[in-house]
């Protein structure tokens, strides 16, 4: 009888926490406010709440007396978590130093590289191949404007783009549950010290250790949210160009369309042009012996067809010898 009772009030302590968590999430989700403008100054954005009712004494509400009275209560700040991030390709026609740039303006923005990628030779190989690399780094949050106006004195900026997302809802509801975790864990812990037998002991473990690894994800959660929100994740690419691309502005009329499709068009048929030169002087040696074996090939076959030729009509005169 006794272990049913308490595993009665085991199962109804686990109910009760749980409901408590729910109520709890409710409440924060409820008292937060949206909004879709975004600040890119990187610093958090308040905006007040609903405020609380004035305290009770003896049953009925306080009054307020004076001009325009109201609700005689502070009104709570909620902070909104916003993500930021941004990704940006840049054209250079030094490579190494815009790289070494780059890796300069990280340090001094305070942030780090987290990982990064280069591909291609350069001059230093058997023949020249324009090199290209990525970055992945973590910059400040609130320094992240900057920090992208200050890239384009590395090399030209051809695209950039800024995205954000708000993560308020789900941090603030993380945070409810693991509030609701921890209040569970207390009340486990509580009847732990005075569990008696060895079977509700058992029990009491199993149950705590399952509270505690969910409060170790949530809180990692946390830390990763923090990390994301007070840290801007920026993807960065370096092309190496031996020419930058024209900026063009926005076409007036129908002659300066035509004007600028031509000049694109010339353009393209010159670097054609270019490559094509580049390439047979690079590659004459070969590109001569390729020729002398295809203009063997052809003389050879010229010679037996032609030989042939000179042996059909003298099997068509034996033939007609015999009849």
């Known amino acids: 009888m006794k272990r049913k009772t308490f595993a009665l009030t085991l199962a109804l302590l686990l109910l009760a926490g749980l409901l408590g968590g729910c109520a709890a999430s409710e ?8 909004n879709d403008s975004v600040s890119w100054t990187g610093e958090a954005v308040t905006e007040p709440s609903v405020p609380d009712a004035a305290p009770e004494e003896n049953g009925t509400a306080a009054e307020t007396t004076g001009e325009g009275a109201g609700l005689d209560a502070s009104a709570a700040e909620t902070e909104r978590k916003i993500i930021q991030n941004a990704d940006f390709s840049l054209e250079t026609l030094n490579y190494d130093q815009t790289v070494a740039d780059i890796e300069t303006l990280v340090e001094m923005s305070g942030g780090y590289i987290e990982s990064s990628q280069t591909t291609g030779s350069g001059a230093t190989g058997d023949y020249y191949r324009a090199r290209w ?10 320094g992240l404007q900057d920090f992208g106006d200050a890239l384009s004195e590395c090399g030209s900026v051809t695209s950039s783009y ?26 486990l812990l509580e009847i732990l010290s005075k569990a008696e037998q060895l079977s509700e002991v058992i029990e009491l473990e199993n149950s705590l250790a399952n509270v505690r690894y969910q409060i170790e994800s949530l809180q990692g959660t946390l830390r990763r949210l923090d990390s994301q929100i007070a840290l801007s994740t920026v993807n960065i690419s370096v092309q190496e160009v031996y020419e930058y691309s024209p900026e063009q502005g926005v076409p007036k009329g129908l002659g300066e369309r035509i004007a600028n499709e ?9 670097r054609t042009a270019e490559n094509i030169i580049v390439f047979v002087a ?16 052809i003389v050879l076959i010229r010679r037996r067809r032609r030989k042939k030729r000179t ?11 015999k009849e």
């Open 162 to 187: 800024y995205y954000t997302e708000e993560v308020t809802d789900y941090y603030y509801d993380t945070e409810a549950h693991l509030r609701s975790l921890e209040l569970q864990e207390e009340r």
């Open 282 to 297: 690079g590659n004459i040696v070969g590109l001569v012996l390729l020729a002398a074996v295809v203009a063997g090939v």
């Open 262 to 270: 031509f000049s694109r068009s010339m353009a393209s048929m010159r």
């Open 311 to 321: 042996q059909q009509p003298q099997e068509t005169t034996e033939t007609d010898k």
């Open 133 to 142: 690399a990525s970055f992945t780094v973590r910059v400040p949050a609130e």
């Open 27 to 34: 409440t924060d989700s409820s008292s937060q406010t949206t």
